[in-house]
Structure formats: structure tokens, C-alpha cells
């Protein structure tokens, strides 16, 4: 059998395995969300589970529709149109599954918000056609999903699932197959025309996508204040609010700029900001969580102890200071200071940039159980003449101090 016939026979196994399944769930298609896939390749449907899923189904079902509203991240708008329509399958692995949900087509992007995994010991990837959310670790769930071929025993309880095809596998299985290039992007754009959601039965109709605990988009109003050399902009703050301020000089190009999540009160309601420009415009846009991240805002004045159980043993006691550095001190080495660090505060987590002389630079992501700590995941990168390459480090850690 030459290659050509081995594929199609591929093909056509995996198809059939694929209406086999759909066709045991769409007996049910009486009842239950749908969403209608319709790609520049042909169309497709996937069932949503929003009884073992119902955050992330709410999710994707607000996104798809516009029922909820998403913050464009070039200009800081909060949106209601439909979020997928026009975008496209922007990574594709044959043989593994097909993402999309990224506006900008290079899978760094989404809604301008995250939301924390769901899971189920409902929902495993055993199958062809699963959907699920795609992430970048835990509790980063936002707008891409991915859609597999074959079962992925790995991604069980770190993926969220949240769907099955059930009509249209060889669509799904031909998308899987495109030829792709650089980072597995398919050559020619496959475009999700639309995604509609259809809802049949009365408790599909009765799924409350307001009422899972999402987070609000929305632009708030900026008061403003002139003075010398500057101008002081107020607006209403809350906890757990991820505020977003944005600045223009032609209303065209928009940069952004964070001004962190207030975990703790009294929230800071004014930001001010240098008045150098002849004319400069201010837009705030802003993310309410229900509840978030135990990641403070900075690090200042507080202690970390890393406890590492890989990439090393031991524990590494960082000590910052209010300017910007400080020390450690790592049990059986001498300690020394902090040539530098980055704290960047997500939702649900924060990430730490740091150097420590005598030591590798370390990047890290931490995410947080508790006020107190968490644990945490990363890479060391030797700066210094080394035959060691770059490795990865993880284990728990707590945070003193405020």
C-alpha cells in the first residue's frame, strides 16, 4: 500500500471513529448547547458541557455571542461583538489538535482576562474531538481552546475541558491535516467565519452564563485634574478590580499600562502621570474579578523563602528592600544581594525576574494558594562561564511581611 492510500485509509478510519461517536451523542441533540462551528474548510459542532463545565461553557457561549463583554487589548476597549468570528486556527499539530481564539493569530493574546481551571473526573481527554481551553498554566484560562484528534492522557486536570464534536469530524480531522510552517501555524489562514451557539431543551435555556463568577469588562469614567507638570486622574476602584490605563497622544495608537489588583484595602482610587505632551488622552478599562489573586501588587519590604525540590535542594531566604533590591541567603553557600528583579502581578499568580549574585538568574512563576504562599515553577539561566545550560526549578514557597 503506497502512502497515499495509507492516509486516506488513516482518514477515513478516524473520520468513522469520529461519527460513531457523534452519532451516539447528537441522539441527544434534542437537548443541549451546541456551537456551531463554520470555517473557511466546511463546518462543524461541538456539544458543551455546562453541567461539569458550566464557567467555562458560560465563558466561551459570552465570548461567541457578545452576551459578555471582552477588552480589545490594542486599544483598551471594552467590546460586545462576537469574539470569534473572523478569527482563525492559528496552531495546528497533525495528529495532536487544531487551537484558535487568539485575535492577533500568534496564540499571545485573548478576552484581556483569565479565569480560574474547571474540572472534571466527567471530562478526560479519551477520545477524538474533545475541546477544551487552552492555557499558560494554572488558573489562565481566557479565549483559546484546542480541539484534539487523538487522547491526550496528559492533559487530564490541566486543560479544561468543556466539549465533544459530535458532527463534522472530517472537517475537524481535514483542519488538523493543513500544512503548517514556523510554530505550527497552518500556511493558508483556516477562518472561523462564525461560531453560533443554538440551545435546545428548557435547561439549556435556562443556563445562566451571568451567573458563574466571570469576570466584568468594562471602561470606567476618569476624573481629571491639571497641575504643574502633571495631571492626576481619579476613578472608582474595588477590590479585586485589574485596572488597565491607557494613553494616547492621536487617539489612534493606545499604550497601555497596569496599575495592578487591589488585594487588600484601602483601594488607591488616583494615579498621576506627567504632563509632557501638548495633548495627551487618558482611557481606563477595567476587569472586575468576584475574587482573585493572593499576588501582592509588589514585593517591597518582604521576605520569599523558596523551598526547591527541583533543579536543587535547599532553601534560597530573599529578603527586598524598598529601592528596588535586597539580599539572601541560601543555607551552606554564602549569601549575597539581588542584582535586580521584575514582580509582575497576574490574576491568580505573579511572576519573578530575578538575578542573585553568585547564582543564576532565575524567572518564576508563583502561583498562589494563600496570602502567605504557594508554590512556585521556573527556569534558572547560568549568566556566568559555565558548562550548565538553563534548567527548570520548582517547589513551594511563602511570603512574609506587607
Partial sequence: MNLACLRRLVARLAVSAGLCLSTLIASGQTNGIFADFTTSMGSFTCQLDYTNAP??????????????????????????????????????????????????????????????????????????????????????????????????????????????????????????????????????????QQVAIRRLGAAAQAFNINAQSLPVVTNLPLRISLGEGQVTLAFSNRAYADNRLYSSTNLVSWTPGSLGIEIAAPSSNTVVRTNSEPRRFFSLAQVQYASCTFAPKALSSRTLALVLTVGGSGTITIAFDAVGGGTFVFPLNPGGSLTGYVWTQEPYRGWLLMGLSGYPVMNLRCDFKALIGGAFTGTAYPYYPSSLGSFTVSGTFTLSGS
Fill in 55 to 192: 464557567a467555562t461553557v458560560a465563558n466561551f457561549i459570552g465570548l461567541a455571542t457578545g452576551q459578555r463583554a471582552w477588552l480589545d487589548l490594542p486599544t483598551g476597549r471594552a467590546r460586545t461583538n462576537a469574539f470569534y468570528n473572523g478569527l482563525t486556527f492559528h496552531r495546528v499539530i497533525a495528529g495532536f489538535m487544531s487551537q484558535g481564539g487568539s485575535p492577533n493569530g500568534t496564540g499571545s493574546d485573548g478576552p484581556g482576562y483569565v479565569f480560574p481551571d474547571e474540572f472534571s473526573p466527567q471530562l478526560v481527554f479519551d477520545r477524538f474531538g474533545v475541546l477544551a481551553m487552552a492555557n499558560s498554566g494554572t488558573n489562565s484560562d481566557g479565549s483559546q481552546f484546542f480541539i484534539t484528534v487523538a487522547p491526550f492522557a496528559s492533559g487530564n486536570n490541566t486543560y479544561s475541558i468543556f466539549g465533544q464534536v459530535v458532527s463534522g469530524s472530517n472537517v475537524v480531522y481535514a483542519i488538523n491535516h493543513v500544512t503548517t510552517g514556523a510554530n505550527d501555524k497552518p500556511l493558508t489562514n483556516v477562518v472561523m
